[in-house]
């Protein structure tokens, strides 16, 4: 049980996580630290923190919607895979117990910040991709990367979007608007997979995950407004190098 002053906190860095993940990515970075370091057991901050962003992946999926109306046959296929692995996902951190999820944390950390900082050279990859025409047209197993990537994303999540992208830019050929549209879905798909199936965990702290709630719907509107007005890249190698120092201070604790 937090405190009144706690729970403030926890709402403040879950707007700045909403506003992060609206502008750059990696909101992750900055709630579940937060959590941690306001006493919150390993697991259980992850696991709240899942739940308590689902409404941001939300509102990241219905903005581009109309990028996803004529790629349903893509959803069939990529849905239920997602859905499957961020059950999966969410079932490893749960048997993996809380003394080597703290372990694994650093590298988990410092592992999302890496993927936070090549966020721009996956996408010019793509781009050169799709503009040379090189899609590898292998759309019968993309539900294969995206349901390994999923894994991962019920586990921990962070950084995410960037292995994503990847694994659908190896196997379709289509523009980069697209493929960030279907991008946008697998990542809501997993996320509330892995909540639904954490809310029978135990591990969910509820008041926490409300507040944090409110407070990314709250950023990630703000993060919308600020859209234009902040550099991208800025933010997320802000994002990156505060991901890297907490990465380092949890080693050495």
């Known amino acids: 049980m937090l405190t009144p002053v706690e ?10 996580a909403g506003a992060i993940n609206a502008l ?9 630290p937060i959590l941690t370091f306001l006493g919150v057991p390993a697991v259980s901050a992850n696991v709240t923190n899942t739940v308590a962003l689902c409404p941001g992946y939300f509102g990241g999926t219905l903005a581009q919607l109309n990028d996803l109306k004529d790629q349903k046959k893509r959803l069939l296929a990529l849905i239920p895979a997602s859905v499957i692995g961020g059950i999966l996902g969410g079932l490893l951190l749960l048997q993996t117990g809380e003394k080597l999820f703290r372990d694994l944390v650093p590298y988990l950390i410092l592992l999302a910040s ?8 996956v996408r010019a990859w793509l781009m050169k991709r799709m503009a040379e025409g090189q899609g590898a047209k292998l759309e019968q197993i993309t539900w294969l990367p995206v349901g390994l990537a999923s894994i991962y994303g019920g586990y921990f999540g ?3 979007s960037v292995i994503v992208l990847s694994a659908l830019g190896l196997t379709l050929e289509d523009s980069l608007t697209r493929l960030n549209a279907l991008k946008q879905a ?6 509330v997979a892995a909540a639904i199936y954490f ?8 008041m926490t995950a409300l507040v944090m709630a409110v407070g990314a719907l709250v950023g990630g509107w703000l993060g919308g407004r600020l859209a234009g007005k902040i550099k991208p890249s800025t933010l ?5 190098s505060i991901g890297v120092v907490v990465a380092i201070i949890y080693l050495v604790r």
Not at 7 to 16: G, K, P, S, V
Not at 114 to 121: F, G, N, T, V, Y
Not at 186 to 191: E, P, R, S, T, Y
């Open 7 to 16: 729970y403030f906190i926890a709402a403040l860095a879950a707007l700045a």
């Open 24 to 32: 750059a990515g990696g909101g992750t970075l900055i709630t579940f």
């Open 114 to 121: 890496l993927l936070l900082a090549i966020q721009d050279p």
């Open 158 to 160: 962070a950084g995410l």
């Open 186 to 191: 697998v990542g809501f798909a997993v996320n």
């Open 199 to 206: 809310l029978f965990s135990g591990h969910v702290l509820w």
């Open 236 to 240: 997320r190698w802000t994002v990156v």
